[in-house]
């Protein structure tokens, strides 16, 4: 157990974090690796992550290396080889005397922390260092961050394997088959209800999507609404965001980075665009990836849409481009 990683994890107070962070060093999600911990918090709570670190410290991980605390997040980032940005101003929160319910307002809250948090990662995180956002907007919280790191050699993802999940799980109980049995499962565009999940080229056993669900009503009708909405449902069933789903998510995203892809599938997350399927050069977008020996992350561009399929990802290519628009001021 030689090798060993630094992860950052922001927001680490937070109910995400509580699920996220013992995983982090339970060696599955990093395999073999030592796992130094920087955990960051605002000042208002930092002290609350004492008693985080005493219960890692209590529960035997023989693969935790160093665990820290911090509200400094330019000290944290120091040599960090992973970035996990779960901290973010949230929706239904009281901010300055105003409920915080529209996108507009998150997107104006979170692109100055992003702003400083992405000059801190491109100056002081590893060279090849891998940064997962997950606070939301996480698409545009990304553009911002990655605009302002301004260092190409660092990957920028914004999360929307937690989508993923979701469209795995509800094809799986409309086909009677096993969650593990649905692969390439992509998630295009935004997270966000605009998002598009890709049932047509998903993989159910060994058979494509649209051979075996050919039910474009119960796919439009159904399927879609349920996926883009399941965030909101989460929130009014339980009163609060989802927090053990999306840690899982973010865990799932950095084992699919950690680990080549499996001949003929992808993951989900999103990345700076190339320009590949029509999406405007640097949006934030999400794509089909996939991990290759050398550890790097690149768009699968093989995939092909149909003319239903590409109507719904422009909806959201849309809003990316309108949110990256309303942050024009933060991008350098």
Known sequence: MNERVKVVVTGAAGQIAYSLIPRLVDGKTFGNKKVDLCLVEIPQVVDKLEGLVMELEDSYFPHMGEVTYTDDFEKASLEADWFLLVGSIPRGIVYEGKKIEERSDLLKINGG?????????????????????????????????????????????????????????????KTNNDVSDVKHMIIWGNH????????????IGSQKGNA???????????????????????????????????????????????NPTEQGDCFSAAIASDGSYGVPEGLICGYPLVTLEDGSVEIKRDVVLSDFAKAKFQVSIDELNSEREAVKHLLK
């Open 113 to 173: 922390i992003f702003v400083k948090q992405g000059e801190a990662i491109g100056k002081f995180g590893k060279k090849n260092a891998k940064v997962l956002v997950v606070g939301n907007p996480a698409n545009t919280n990304a553009l911002i961050g990655k605009n302002s790191a301004n260092n190409d050699s660092q990957l920028w993802m914004a999360m929307t394997m937690l989508d993923s999940s979701r469209a795995k799980s509800v094809i799986a109980k």
């Open 192 to 203: 966000s209800p605009t998002m598009y999940p890709d049932i047509e080229n998903s993989i």
């Open 212 to 258: 075996v669900i050919d039910d474009s009503k119960w796919i439009e009708d159904s399927f879609l609404p349920l996926v883009q909405q399941r965030g909101k449902a989460v929130i009014d069933a339980r009163g609060a965001s989802s927090a053990t789903s999306a840690a899982k998510a973010a865990l799932d995203t950095v084992i699919a980075c950690e």
